[in-house]
């Protein structure tokens, strides 16, 4: 998809969303929109007006609202807006909850990914690069059920604040360093159980671990006003793939990505494409050159659903002035 002014109500009839909650995003939403706005503007979605208030919860959701990162202003607690924000927020912060609560995490998250991915079509038809980027973060963090500070290790199976603790003490900090880690050094630093370990490994097996490359288009003879063309190669180094490994997200789900072209300078998104990834893919994203002289863009590989494997690479593109006809003949 490029970058057009997309209609509304194909962006609803995509993700099944009701009309009036892409009306919402699109008065809400604007370019300095960051993570706690999103939460906050994806909870008033009308998807989740009849999320349950039982008999009593006030007290509940009050006690939350203690306990929440990013504080409510005056928040009504039988609004069951309210509640959503207030159980995205406990699923992003792991907390423990009640059954019942649990319950109606589950059903807030069933529909929480495609708000957030009308959210990047929103954001991205007007243009905006870091609050598009931040719903893709977003999309990230709901399915991992962690914050973007939290450290990466979080999204392993069995592993403890202890455990991520003695890795970073270590200078172990990413999926990927545990990845190379040899197995004795690896065992002996996590001392998880043989079936426990089993885990880790298939977890660390499914982690994207993509090769990008990617080259402008006749990069020499770029002219104002004329196409400027970026091809992308992806290529995956695992053999496996398969569901996205989320142990606390309660829907299987399949990995999307998003490769993006920004000038962050003006927090503008120039071009994107949202793709799935096997084995392999060939992305092609394209745009209107700009006035002549130097420009600086970054490209940015996105994914929808684990942290730490986004990728971003910087190129600058020298426009020469648009051709006249007298050039031409």
């Known amino acids: 998809m490029d970058v057009a002014p997309l209609n509304l109500g194909m962006i609803a009839a995509y993700y099944y969303i009701n009309y009036t909650t892409i009306e919402l995003f699109s008065m809400s939403l604007n370019a300095k929109t960051k993570v706690r706005g999103l939460i906050e503007i994806i909870s008033n979605a ?3 007006e009849n999320i349950p208030i039982r008999h009593h919860e006030d007290n509940l959701l009050r006690q939350l609202a203690q306990k929440v990162p990013h504080k409510l202003n005056n928040p009504k607690f039988n609004d069951p807006h309210v509640k959503t924000n207030l159980l995205l927020q406990a699923h992003l912060s792991r907390m423990q909850l009640s059954a019942e609560l649990q319950s109606d995490t589950e059903e807030i998250l069933s529909k929480a990914i495609r708000l957030i991915q009308a959210c990047v079509d929103v954001l991205s038809s007007n243009g905006w690069l870091s609050p598009a980027l931040a719903a893709m973060e977003l999309a990230q963090m709901v399915t991992q059920a962690m914050w973007s500070k939290d450290s990466y290790l979080k999204q392993l ?31 002996a630093l996590l001392q998880l159980s043989d079936s426990q370990m089993a885990d880790v490994a298939r977890f660390c097996n499914r ?22 063309v970026v091809l992308v190669q992806l290529e995956r180094e695992e053999e496996v ?3 996205v490994i989320a142990p606390l997200f309660p829907q299987k789900r399949e990995e999307g990505w998003w490769v993006v072209i920004g000038d962050a300078k003006s927090n503008s998104l ?4 949202r793709l799935t990834l096997q084995q392999k893919a060939k992305v092609k994203l394209d745009f209107v050159a700009p006035a002549t002289g130097a420009h600086n863009y970054t490209l940015y590989f996105m994914s929808d659903a684990y942290m730490g494997c986004d990728q971003e690479y910087k190129f600058s593109v020298d426009v020469k ?3 006249t006809d007298s050039d031409s003949d």
């Open 241 to 243: 793939t398969g569901p």
């Open 46 to 48: 009308a998807e989740y």
């Open 270 to 273: 120039i071009s994107i494409k």
């Open 321 to 323: 002035e648009a051709e």
């Open 207 to 228: 982690y994207p671990n993509i090769e990008l490359s990617y080259e402008v288009v006749d990069k020499d003879i770029i002219r104002s006003g004329g196409p400027v």
């Open 157 to 187: 199976p069995h592993f403890t604040s202890e455990h991520i603790k003695r890795c970073t003490d270590k200078g172990v900090e990413s999926v990927f360093d545990i990845m190379e880690m040899e197995d004795e050094e690896r065992n």
